[in-house]
């Protein structure tokens, strides 16, 4: 079974400071883990992804996130927030084996509001 | 990037009619493509996974007599609410995949039923 624990429901920053979302994780495979970021009436956006290649992955808008398989958690980070950053995020595994390709479980989401 | 879209983005239907809902892969043919429904504030919830030319597999708790689906070609699945009722009205959203690539999603249907 997999899971995916966003420890966070609400995070807020002041624009221009580092920004941390937390996620950890439990998949009884090597997981497949991602980002993605939801903003008012918008749809999904793909943010990062990680697919056991490096352990440290770039994203888009300056987001990154690095997994740690020590501690089950693949947390985003940015270094300097957005007004624009403000939406919601969700950290995402994804099932690898048998006949479920593809199906994804979200975690609950994290709203990150940013004050100017 | 891929682009999925769905139609309508947004409907208001009264008790006890039926909505479709439709999602299309517009630049790529989907092997699958999954259904989704959000609540307010809360996380997506996958409804069904769906192949084409085969039956939709549905996830525990949801009633495949009340969410019909069809993935009658590789772009198009259709999710159709039968008898809808007000606690049905959520946010539904679809997703496109072929393996080995990420999956894309829709923007999103609103439903409202009244």
């Known amino acids: 079974a997999q899971s995916v624990t966003q420890l966070d429901s609400h995070v807020s920053v002041s624009e221009g400071t580092p920004v941390l979302l937390r996620c950890n994780y439990s998949?009884?495979?090597?997981?497949?883990l991602f980002w993605y970021v939801q903003h008012p009436n918008k749809g999904l956006q793909l943010l990062l992804k990680?697919?056991?290649?490096?352990?440290l992955v770039k994203g888009i808008n300056g987001f990154e996130a690095e997994f740690k398989k020590s501690e089950t958690s693949f947390h985003l980070t940015k270094p300097s927030a957005h007004m624009s950053d403000a939406a919601e995020y969700f950290c995402?595994?994804?099932?690898?084996?048998?006949?479920?390709?593809?199906?994804?479980?979200f975690g609950q989401g994290t709203i990150l509001t940013v004050h100017p | 990037g891929a682009v999925v879209s769905q139609h309508p983005s947004r409907v208001i239907c009264k008790s006890g009619t039926s909505v479709k809902i439709e999602c299309r892969s517009l630049?790529?043919?989907?092997?699958?493509m999954f259904w989704y429904r959000q609540f307010p504030k809360q996380s997506l919830m996958l409804m069904a996974t769906?192949?084409?030319?085969?039956?939709?597999?549905?996830e525990q708790g949801v009633e495949k007599d009340k969410f019909l689906i069809n993935h009658a070609s590789l772009t198009l699945s259709t999710l159709t609410v039968t008898s809808a009722h007000p606690e049905d009205s959520s946010f539904y959203i679809c997703?496109?995949?072929?393996?080995?690539?990420?999956?894309?999603f829709g923007p999103g249907t609103r439903l409202l039923v009244l």
């Open positions: 997703s496109a995949i072929t393996p080995p690539v990420p999956q894309y």
């Open positions: 990680y697919t056991s290649a490096a352990t």
């Open positions: 630049d790529f043919q989907a092997t699958t």
């Open positions: 998949s009884s495979y090597s997981p497949s």
């Open positions: 995402v595994v994804r099932y690898a084996g048998g006949t479920s390709y593809g199906k994804l479980t």
């Open positions: 769906s192949n084409e030319g085969s039956k939709a597999t549905y």
